[in-house]
């Protein structure tokens, strides 16, 4: 009688390359980057603008997610990461056939071939696209016009985000040159703050009393969604090694020390400066510690983490705080949520630091070369410091075109921005619907007319968030 195991046996369903734990991590870890952007960041940014501008945030997040999919399956997928076209850009083609999905996945301009189906990969892969387009969106909340988005996410998609991930992952010209990008660091985190600010620029500024004081609507639920952000990059940076290995538990633990630190760093400035922590900081400070660690997640030691949030908790602090103030462009430009500091900094940092920091013995683990290294570990490494300075001046200067384009582009047919009228009422005006429309029994709510009337006002300063868009004031050091 044979007594090979039931679960062993090879069957239509479980052909011989599959390896079960490594699929299972993989569509776990997708799933919880999915579960970052549905419902994370739609509950993050419907919480964290004014109350007026609740639904819009949250559905400008929505739609994205859902766009970026059926883009994703219709053509992004194999522009990013398929057969070349060019040395940036993949031929673009379906990933909807059933023979293409159910056999083992590949990326053709790499050594790349996990120990499961394509179907796993495509859909990991989508969830890092949409991610990326909504946190562009942080950038043009409050003013955007949500038919001009729905026509940005899609060519976003395509002209942009594409580009970005053949180049690095895909098997393009800086991948086979040796630009390290563990999971994202320029090719999310650069090119959504890049993209964000650039598209900021063209859309134009919120109305002047929306810029000069923008408090969040509900901080609570907002620690919700960034509670939601934090534990799903668990799979942001578990699922990039393809494998459910030593270098994803390796990422998943210097993950969470650097957004820790980061954090803590953060948290512990705002109170040196302002004297009194500021909740919103604290989310900030999370939100770059996890940008600066993703493009060396499981390439540098534990240590190294700290040194990660160290910087990234101080850096983009710095460039928030102060530098913004001190800077005409930067105070030109209306970036929302400050995505240009809490992304495209951290993730630079964060890029820079790897060619500085990685590890001789971890990179072997996963890179193409097993040789890489970062410059604290060898002369040579200098070499990989200036391959990620090269690669995030590419990232860097493909978004600011692109995204300039598809601005331009979208303006000649559709406004970019709402029209004064709309920005005055919020959700109301342009969703014919509000976030907390009613108090009691059908009734809206009149602060005159129900006797709770606890004062929104204190005698000691409001938080320099609220009452500058997020962004900070000017101190003199």
Same mark, same amino acid.
């Given at each position: 009688m044979d007594a090979t195991p039931a679960y062993?046996?090879?069957?239509?369903?479980?052909?011989?390359?599959?390896?079960?734990? $490594?699929?299972?991590?993989?569509?776990?870890?997708?799933?919880?980057?999915? &579960?970052?952007?549905?419902?994370?960041?739609? *509950? #993050?940014?419907?919480?964290?603008?004014?109350?007026?501008? @609740?639904?819009?945030?949250?559905?400008?997040?929505?739609?994205?997610?859902?766009? *970026?999919?059926?883009?994703? *399956?219709?053509?992004?997928?194999?522009?990013? +990461? /398929?057969?070349?076209?060019?040395? +940036?850009?993949?031929? /673009?083609?379906?990933?909807?056939g059933q023979k293409y999905l159910v056999h083992q996945a590949r990326v053709p301009e790499t050594l790349i071939k996990p120990w499961?189906?394509?179907?796993?990969?495509?859909?990991?892969? +989508?969830?890092?696209?949409? &991610?990326?387009? &909504?946190?562009? @969106? /942080?950038?043009?909340?409050?003013?955007m016009n949500i038919k001009a988005w729905m026509v940005f996410v899609p060519l976003w998609l395509v002209f942009c985000y594409t580009v970005g991930a053949f180049s690095l992952w895909g098997g393009g010209f800086l991948y086979h040159w040796g630009a390290i990008d563990y999971s994202g660091g320029y090719v999310i985190h650069l090119s959504s703050g890049i993209s964000g600010f650039t598209a900021a620029y063209w859309v134009g500024p919120r109305l002047k009393s929306d810029r000069e004081r923008f408090p969040p609507n509900n901080v609570l639920l907002m620690l919700a969604g960034a509670g939601l952000l934090w534990m799903g990059w668990s799979g942001f940076n578990g699922g990039a090694p393809y494998a459910a290995n030593v270098d994803a538990s390796i990422a998943v633990i210097n993950t969470n020390i650097s957004a820790a630190t980061s954090l803590l760093v953060w948290t512990s400035l705002d109170v040196v400066f302002f004297g009194k922590p500021s909740v919103i900081g604290a989310v900030q400070g999370m939100m770059t510690g996890l940008a600066c660690i993703t493009p060396g997640a499981g390439l540098v030691q534990s240590w190294a983490a700290i040194v990660y949030g160290i910087l990234s908790g101080s850096i983009p602090w710095v460039s928030m705080m102060i530098l913004h103030k001190k800077s005409s462009l930067l105070q030109k430009v209306d970036d929302t949520l400050g995505v240009f500091h809490t992304h495209a900094v951290a993730g630079l940092l964060g890029g820079l630091l790897t060619g500085l920091l990685a590890e001789p013995d971890l990179c072997a683990l996963i890179l193409k070369n097993p040789h890489t290294r970062g410059a604290f570990y060898g002369s040579e490494g200098w070499v990989q410091f200036l391959k990620q300075l090269a690669a995030a001046t590419f990232v860097i200067g493909w978004n600011v075109v692109s995204t300039t384009i598809i601005c331009l582009g979208i303006k000649l047919f559709i406004p970019l921005r709402m029209p004064d009228e709309q920005l005055v009422i919020g959700d109301d005006a342009v969703h014919g619907e509000e976030a907390y @429309? #009613?108090?009691?029994? /059908?009734?809206?709510? $009149?602060?005159?007319?129900?006797?709770?009337? @606890?004062?929104?006002?204190? $005698?000691?300063?409001?938080?320099?968030? &609220?009452?500058?868009g997020a962004r900070g004031v000017t101190i003199n050091l």
């Open positions: 062993s046996l090879v069957t239509p369903a479980v052909p011989e390359w599959l390896n079960k734990g $490594d699929n299972a991590w993989q569509m776990t870890a997708a799933t919880l980057v999915g &579960i970052q952007s549905m419902p994370g960041l739609v *509950v #993050l940014y419907a919480s964290i603008v004014k109350k007026k501008w @609740a639904v819009n945030s949250a559905f400008m997040a929505l739609y994205a997610f859902a766009a *970026v999919l059926i883009c994703w *399956v219709l053509v992004g997928f194999r522009m990013a +990461f /398929g057969d070349e076209l060019l040395p +940036f850009w993949g031929k /673009g083609a379906p990933a909807l499961y189906p394509m179907a796993s990969l495509v859909y990991f892969q +989508f969830t890092f696209a949409a &991610i990326t387009t &909504i946190l562009l @969106a /942080g950038s043009v909340l409050g003013r @429309a #009613l108090w009691g029994d /059908g009734e809206k709510y $009149d602060p005159t007319k129900h006797g709770w009337h @606890a004062s929104l006002h204190s $005698d000691t300063a409001p938080s320099p968030y &609220i009452n500058n």
